[in-house]
T-cell receptor, first 114, second 113 residues
Framework: EAQVTQNPRYLITVTGKKLTVTCSQN?????MSWYRQDPGLGLRQIYY???????DKGDVPEGYKVSRKEKRNFPLILESPSPNQTSLYFC?????????????FGAGSRLTVL | DAKTTQPTSMDCAEGRAANLPCNHS???????VYWYRQIHSQGPQYIIH???NNETNEMASLIITEDRKSSTLILPHATLRDTAVYYC??????????????FGKGTMLLVSP
């Protein structure tokens, strides 16, 4: 089944404790992206990647890092999480440039930073 | 990007057609209309997209006015599982590279028994 898999689905952590949210897709998609969703603010893009070793900032990149060493994986790294990063996170992927803007989303990762 | 305007919320009776409107009066010639939906706290799901012709797939129909300034997403026989937030997004598609989809607030559709 074509899908985007995120882990963990739920995580409670404390301020300053580094964490990584993994994202993997099995569709051989070139483009991958991370969004966060907060009440009243909608979905906002954090980072995106157009291909292996190519990443770029989205609208709200502060406090986050990403890497794209393999085509299928696009982990989101919070080096020193803070309470304002408590949010619902979604990873998404799509085909390469020239195709339709059809994103496939993961099920989401709910992160709480105390 | 063209800005879209959608009603905040709509109600629909189960089994009836749900017609969700979207205004995009500043749409340009190469911009497509996309519809996604998000069931509570799940990942958004692609529904349909179109340029100027009406489109239909197994999930829904998309009707775009001739001047392309508005469109309507039609769920022909709404079920309780169609209760979700529906996002109308306008964005250039083919040959536009990796253009980001910007999700607004959408329309909360509540389907009732």
């Amino acid at each position: 089944e074509a899908q985007v898999t995120q882990n963990p689905r739920y995580l409670i952590t404390v301020t300053g404790k580094k964490l990584t949210v993994t994202c993997s897709q099995n569709m051989n998609h070139e483009y991958m992206s991370w969004y966060r969703q907060d009440p009243g603010l909608g979905l906002r893009q954090i980072y995106y990647s157009m291909n292996v070793e190519v990443t770029d900032k989205g609208d709200v990149p502060e406090g986050y890092k990403v890497s794209r060493k393999e085509k299928r994986n696009f982990p989101l790294i919070l080096e020193s999480p803070s309470p304002n990063q408590t949010s619902l996170y979604f990873c998404a992927s799509r085909e390469g440039a020239g195709g339709a803007n059809v994103l496939t989303f993961g099920a989401g990762s709910r992160l709480t930073v105390l | 990007d063209a800005k879209t305007t959608q009603p905040t919320s709509m109600d629909c009776a189960e089994g009836r057609a749900a017609n969700l409107p979207c205004n995009h009066s500043t749409i340009s010639g190469n911009e497509y209309v996309y519809w996604y939906r998000q069931i509570h706290s799940q990942g958004p799901q692609y529904i349909i997209h179109g340029l100027k012709n009406n489109e239909t797939n197994e999930m829904a129909s998309l009707i775009i006015t001739e001047d392309r300034k508005s469109s309507t997403l039609i769920l022909p026989h709404a079920t309780l599982r169609d209760t979700a937030v529906y996002y109308c997004i306008v964005r250039a598609s083919l040959n536009s590279g990796y253009s980001t989809l910007t999700f607004g607030k959408g329309t909360m559709l509540l389907v009732s028994p």
